[in-house]
């Protein structure tokens, strides 16, 4: 009798085994850490940890497009740093303002349109928009071992979140079709909306106003806005992902914290300290500190893309 | 053979007939009007829809008690009409300012907490306080036929989401318990939170800040924000549930608008156009409009409370 592995694309190793012994731990009944399927939550950040970020964050790619696309429109945004950064494809100013200056170009370039256009055009770019370095589309460039860990812990009764300071529309229009993971169960930064009848049609319209930041501290907020528990499972790969790990590792029950570390420059990018985009500092020390679980994709994985 | 009657506290009639209809139709396979199970979606309004909102909104009665026990440290409080209403119990004066008037009530006075804290805070409450009329406890003034309702659509995969002007975190407290809803599927006013650690435990601080007030085209914009989809069934009885109904049966595909008609003084209380909380005006014009499902008290229910 042979098993499937159900995650084979981990190489056994600490990593694979602390993930396999936590969650058949938190799942078989009479187990002393177990956690009832109510309490059952893990949250990933999507942006390095479920799919590539570099050279840059994919929906900043898609945002600059739109941005160039309607700055005529816009003379005011010549005027505003991070809009004239956007415009001028200035990458390296924009990714220094994190997460709260590629929401406010989203903002920004998404707003007057409804959320079912904007899911359409993200739809339509994300059929064919590809990576500069890999050629790709980017829902090819999911990390497949994140998916295999994705669907083991939903085989196991866990509902996982994604948790990403990305755009919530954005990655809601394929999460679904890609992760599997449905629209509402994906917590991201959002532009706040108004609802209006428009042709005899109940919509929301998206205003140029950022509503939340979910990033950093943020994300915390997400989750408990969101899903109104704390996770018992969190993984992230960044700074920007530490206060989530922070939230789901204090609590009373088990809990478990994931970073994964790139340091596969080779087969995909290696950074941390100094990335412009993803940077991971302070949380490699909270890491040690707090017994995080460190992921090393170039050791513990044996396949990262499809 | 007998066959269990999955709403035998509703009465025999166009109401009972409309709903297994719409229900079975969208969930029969090959039906024409058929939803997949992804898609199906059924809000509620919780007060008014689900339980009692006489003679006030019973998170108002909550909101009354604390901020009458922390008025001491908040002598501003004077100094504001809404909170000076609050301090002095006036009711209709409160009740005037609607949705928004009870979210800033109760923002200020459950400012300064963690959401653990105030959950507990409300379990603590909403174990022993009664209501003026019934003296029973508010869970006890659950609507039976609606609890009924919302097993019948769990059963047939629809999830099912409370959009309530209520505050997310005061219904989450409970709802698993009341009603079968887990907190992620709980959409409410809310108020600002902000992460922090306390004795080494991350939690988050309510501020005394509105976040989003879950009212009128609020409930879209909360749907849109939490579950990300339009709804197939939407479920009110108030003015304040009317854009909720909009956005749902202006979709592409079948849906179902359902007002719940209080037209029962005996066993519950009767109130539409001038009520002082919950009032139903334009949206009972607007239901005769758009074909939507008026469900009388009276007449389609056999039984009200437990």
């Not at 079709?177 to 532009?191: L, N």
């Not at 609590?251 to 914290?257: F, M, T």
């Amino acid at each position: 009798m042979t098993q499937v592995d159900p995650l084979s694309m981990w190489n056994a190793g600490d990593a694979k085994e602390t993930i396999l012994r936590f969650v058949l731990g938190t799942t078989l009944k009479g187990s002393e850490t177990y956690v009832p399927p109510l309490e059952r939550i893990a949250v990933f950040d999507n942006d390095g940890t479920l799919w590539v970020e570099q050279p840059y964050y994919t929906q900043l790619r898609f945002a600059l497009d739109r941005t160039r696309e309607l700055a005529a429109d816009h003379p005011e945004w010549q005027t505003d740093a991070t809009l004239k950064a956007a415009l001028d494809n200035d990458i390296s100013s924009i990714a220094a303002q994190g997460m709260a200056g590629v929401a406010k170009i989203v903002a920004a370039s998404h707003a007057g349109i409804t959320t079912e256009e904007l899911a359409q055009a993200v739809r339509d770019w994300i059929e064919s928009a590809r990576h500069p370095r890999f050629r790709r589309l980017y829902t090819e460039l999911i990390f497949q071992p994140q998916l295999q860990l994705i669907r083991f812990l939903r085989e196991h009764d866990y509902r996982t979140y994604i948790v990403s300071g990305g755009g919530v529309e954005f990655m809601r229009a394929w999460s679904q079709d890609v992760y599997g993971i449905p629209p509402e169960q994906v917590v991201g930064s959002s532009a706040k909306t108004v609802f209006e009848m428009r042709n005899g049609r109940g919509v929301l319209v998206q205003l140029p106003e950022i509503d939340l930041v979910d990033d950093g501290p943020g994300k915390p907020v997400g989750i408990n806005k969101y899903v109104g528990r704390r996770p018992t499972i969190a993984v992230g790969n960044s700074d920007g992902d530490m206060e989530m790990l922070q939230y789901a590792t204090t609590g009373d029950g088990p809990s478990l914290g994931v970073y994964i570390h790139h340091d596969d420059a080779e087969r995909e990018y290696a950074y941390d300290r100094h990335a412009v985009c993803g940077g991971l500092d302070k949380g490699i020390e909270e890491a040690a500190k707090r017994n995080w679980l460190v992921v090393s994709m170039q050791n513990d994985w044996n396949q990262i893309f499809s």
